[in-house]
T-cell receptor, first 114, second 114 residues
């Protein structure tokens, strides 16, 4: 158990809909990262937040957005969903780096868009 | 793109040492080598990381060549539960831009056989 929690575990929805994925980082971790893993693309970095502020963006679509709240949990919002958005979505967290910055991953949310 | 190359798959007999190679010939002086694994569709699990010295923890050993262009992850006594995809990642640590994302390649699928 990494200490990172994600809800829900599974999500099934229809094209065109909007969903919200939630992540709670490990206790004390200030950074949250979101990754997408689809069958044909592997693990892809989407976005990172540190202490409420966006720090880095990867291959995140404009239909997707995220935020980190004062209690440090984060939400990933996916809108106008398409079939190709079906994937595993992972959240990872890390503490403020001292020597290195190891990321610890949650169990993921499996999104199925029908 | 991932900066590492790994064999796509390997087999190992249960109880034997599993030696997973990774090439990172373009690694820079401030880049660390990280290893993660992913069991089935679970969240990636941190294993070990290093800069230039060999490292050992309760899970594995990491051997980095003197020129740092390659490394080997060693699982000393592989069990069936070690069957997973193993990812070797190089990542810069920067005090000014800490918390950088990981770039995952396709990894090595290790099958531990009874």
């Amino acid at each position: 158990d990494s200490g990172v929690t994600q809800t829900p575990k599974h999500l099934i929805t229809a094209t065109g809909q909007r969903v919200t994925l939630r992540c709670s980082p490990r206790s004390g971790d200030l950074s949250v990262y979101w990754y997408q893993q689809s069958l044909d693309q592997g693990l892809q970095f989407l976005i990172q937040y540190y202490n409420g502020e966006e720090r880095a963006k990867g291959n995140i679509l404009e239909r997707f957005s995220a935020q980190q709240f004062p209690d440090l949990h984060s939400e990933l919002n996916l809108s106008s969903l398409e079939l190709g958005d079906s994937a595993l979505y992972f959240c990872a967290s890390s503490s403020r780096p001292q020597h290195t910055d190891t990321q610890y991953f949650g169990p993921g949310t499996r999104l199925t868009v029908l | 793109d991932a900066k590492t190359t790994q064999p796509p798959s390997m087999d190992c007999a249960e109880g034997r040492a599993a030696n997973l190679p990774c090439n990172h010939s373009t690694i820079s002086g401030n880049e660390y080598v990280y290893w993660y694994r992913q069991i089935h569709s679970q969240g990636p699990q941190y294993i070990i990381h290093g800069l230039k010295n060999n490292e050992t923890n309760e899970m594995a050993s990491l051997i980095i060549t003197e020129d740092r262009k390659s490394s080997t992850l060693i699982l000393p006594h592989a069990t069936l539960r070690d069957t997973a995809v193993y990812y070797c990642i190089v990542r810069v640590y920067s005090r000014d831009n800490y918390g950088q994302n990981f770039v995952f390649g396709p990894g090595t699928r290790l099958s531990v056989l009874p």
